[in-house]
């Protein structure tokens, strides 16, 4: 059980371009669910929290008009990078969270802007 | 303020056993994560103490003491495939995000 998954896995794209990921709870409901970037070697930052029918909770210093947050039910979120620029390749990876609040993770999503 | 600490880097032999130490600090602790991350990949969860005490869970074991702000987590019968980094998060107040240390780099040599 707990299994999330994460759509594409791998991406390239030109630089202005936008870019959607897609985040799935396949055996559980999730009504928040999270979205973190890895640069290489480093930790997991947290983006911005993702409520079900609500508005997503950004951290400090992520730019909600460039990061597109949707979380549309309970089994669906996703993340849509607005006119990707090369500094915006990285590692995004989804997670989702149970009652108990363990989050189940995506495998990630690798972006490159070229 | 909220804080979590956890060594950058670990080396250990094939077999052997090893434990990752974390400590923290905050207000509303409602319970300490561990997660594993081998390199590229997502992380996958490991454990969850919200009570005091060690919680087995065949080769890895997790221990809480919620008085100390301290949490470890225990690798018996090191294999290779150990080698990953491994995060130790923490759950406090109403929030439901989790905060994360760094993590630790665990290599398990030959």
């Known amino acids: 059980g707990a299994v999330v998954s994460q759509h594409p896995s791998w991406v390239i794209c030109k630089s202005g371009t936008s870019v959607k990921i897609e985040c799935r709870s396949l055996?559980?409901?999730?009504?928040?669910m999270f979205w973190y970037r890895q640069f290489p070697k480093q930790s997991l930052m947290l983006m911005a929290t993702?409520?079900?029918?609500?508005?997503?909770?950004?951290e400090q210093g992520v730019e909600k008009d460039k990061f597109l947050i949707n979380h549309a039910s309970l089994t669906l979120s996703t993340l849509t990078v607005t006119s990707a620029h090369p500094e915006d390749s990285s590692f995004y990876i989804c997670?989702?969270?149970?009652?108990?609040?363990?989050?189940?993770f995506g495998p990630g999503t690798r972006l490159l802007v070229l | 303020g909220q804080n979590i600490d956890q060594p950058t880097e670990m080396t250990a032999t094939e077999g052997a056993i090893v434990q990752i130490n974390c400590t923290y600090q905050?207000?509303?602790?409602?319970?300490l994560f561990w997660y594993q991350q081998h390199a590229g990949e997502a992380p996958t969860f490991l454990s969850y103490?919200?009570l005091d005490g060690l919680e087995e869970k065949g080769r890895f074991s997790s221990f809480l003491s919620r008085s100390k702000g301290y949490s470890y987590l225990l690798l018996k019968e090191l294999q290779m495939k150990d080698s990953a980094s491994y995060l130790c998060?923490?759950?406090?107040?109403?929030?439901?995000?989790?905060?994360w240390g760094l993590g630790t780099s665990l290599a398990v040599n030959p």
């Open positions: 997670s989702a969270a149970t009652r108990r609040e363990t989050q189940y």
């Open positions: 055996d559980f409901q999730a009504t928040t």
């Open positions: 993702s409520n079900e029918g609500s508005k997503a909770t950004y």
């Open positions: 905050t207000s509303g602790f409602n319970g």
């Open positions: 103490n919200v």
């Open positions: 998060a923490m759950h406090a107040g109403n929030n439901r995000k989790l905060i």
